[in-house]
């Protein structure tokens, strides 16, 4: 993947709302008392992907393997070590993120909102909702109070909340009513992009299914762009229209939603789709339980990442770094043995 | 898959029977499990499931008296059916027993063991996983240093921990969050027991640690033979694991049965609506997620009747907000439910569906 960072001129295709290229994001290790860097948490590690307007790509994976660093660093709300986060803007020009001096980048901020994953820490206590859905709209210069009132009854209206909550605080609200409180502050400043990270996780099931409607509904008529960070692969199954899946801070495939879960092409992909247990009981299928743990992204071994995990390992595998390549229309894998393996996905029967 | 043979005549391992467990706050009783009955056979896996605040831990405290204060057992019983040394069986009912007698702490862990969902805190961090099951050994088992060290080596080797012996010696901070898992069920299976309690086992844990975890249960209970209590709000990992499913809502045990038939023909408003509401893995959702409207009421705000009555698209007034429903079962299947479709409150019983 070398070869794409010298190509800084190349504007993003038309269509495109975000580009990633070659993001790395390496947290260093101190020691001792002189706190000397020792090494480095290779937290994101050469990831590159787009996201097309009014699209979602989920980003799944498991614990560990960089997904919310990933997120954060395309908001820049840490710093990336290296690597280009183009971002399309309204009037058609395109900035790179990951290299903006502060001042615009603040008024890019309008065009990217995050939302987070816990409904309770999320929000401050002892904020009213107007305070916590206004507070983007003053930050952004909306200095009227009236004006924001009306405002933050708008949004409070379209996520499903009444406007008369407003002067109330967080504590009044359940879990998912709180997260339509999130929802509502990250859509306050009409954003283009919006960086989900495992907005249902906290969630009860029939109180999750109520706001991933509210996502889908809002996506569709306000013609957002979602970047879905989450581990349920049920969840980013409906949700989302493309998939990246990461291991230990590198992305090992890439693709279309329904055709990485028909017929995933990096083994890791197989065994993540085998170990989603089914809520059906005539269903009890022989899943690939893979041996051993995630690899450590501070000490990560030799070769494919994946290979002292992999059934499929070879000696190639064990010294030699796979790159993502494209294998098929708009499928990448990072695999040695991607073309030769035949690995078993999930399709309705 | 379990080996045990179940014959008519044999006797549940344990019988919850209308177990009351009200929690006396000074804001006002929380009534966490309000009326739960169900039994687990020996040998087969139970399914508790339900949504934050059902009442499910409380549950799986209360078999083992360990609820927190303010928190009474107010009505029911518990009879866990046992062996002494000599192999004659007796029955004790937990709830008569003091929470502290010599009856029950020889019930924890050698009759009925239980694994928590946090095995970071339920560890101590200040003592070594090797010591910490020793002494649970010990403590249960008239055996010397060396033996109960012998015994925790077999455990953690039978668990599926690498290095062993190594392991054994180190803190729990040092291990991964399966790992840890790992030892917790050698912990708890450290005294045979003969009903595992699992309280969300592998909720904290990723999907393909899930996957190890829920392999391991399956594994040693067809080794030891033991029942499992499985309290999980994972319907995946209950159509996986379970033989029997209790769905519990609002402290309330709404639907009992058999695995197959409460995930292939719900019977409950609330089973269904769950059921409906999982995102499926199969299939690209087109539509929208059929979702059950509102949010579990605050403890406080119980509502009057059935209490999943405001959520309910079955509600029927002047039915379901003057009574309670009973838990009847339902004829030719294996289910019981709590609702006015099937049970009318006067009585007489239709299979339902007809009036909506």
Redesign the interface.
Known sequence: MAEATVETTNTTESGTLLEVNNLVKHFPIQKGFLKRTVGSVRAVDDVSFSVTQGKTLGLVG??GCGKTTTSRCILRAIDPTSGQILFRKEDGETVDVATMPYQPLRDLRRDMQMIFQDPYGSLNPRMSLFDIVGEPLLVHGMKSSSERADRVAELLRLVGLRPEYMRRFPHAF????RQRIGIARALALNPRLVVADEPVSAL???????V??LL?EIQESLNLTYLFVA?D???V???ADEVAVMYVGKIVELGD??KI?ANPKHPYTS????????????V?QD?I??Q???ANPANPPSGCYFHPRCEYATDQCKTEEPQLELIDEGRWVSCHHAKDLDLTG???? | MVQTEVSAKQLPLLSVNDLKVHFHTDEGIVKAVDGVSFDIMPGKTMGVVGESGCGKSTLGRTLLQIIEKPGLIDDGSIVLRSEDEEGNPYEIDIVNEHSNSRTMRAVRGQDIALVFQEPMTSFSPVHTIGNQIKEAIRLHHDVSEKEAQDRALELVTQVGIPNPAQRLSEYSFQLSGGLRQRAMIAMALSCEPKLLIADEPTTALDVTTQAQILDLLRDLQQQNGMAIMLITHNLGVIAEMADDVVVMYLGRAVETGNVNDIFHSPQHPYTQGLLRSIPSIYEKGIEKLPSIKGSIPHPFNRPSGCTFRPRCPSYMEGVCDLNDPVFLDIEGTSQAVACFLHHPPDGSSTNGSESA
């Open positions: 498991e614990s359940s879990g998912g009513e009860d099931v029939s109180v999750q299914a109520q991933i409607n889908q581990h692969l049920s969840v199954r409906h949700i939603t329904e879960f065994a993540l789709l085998s170990s989603v247990p089914i809520p059906d009981p005539s009890r899943r339980i893979l051993g743990e995630v999930l399709s309705a029967k």
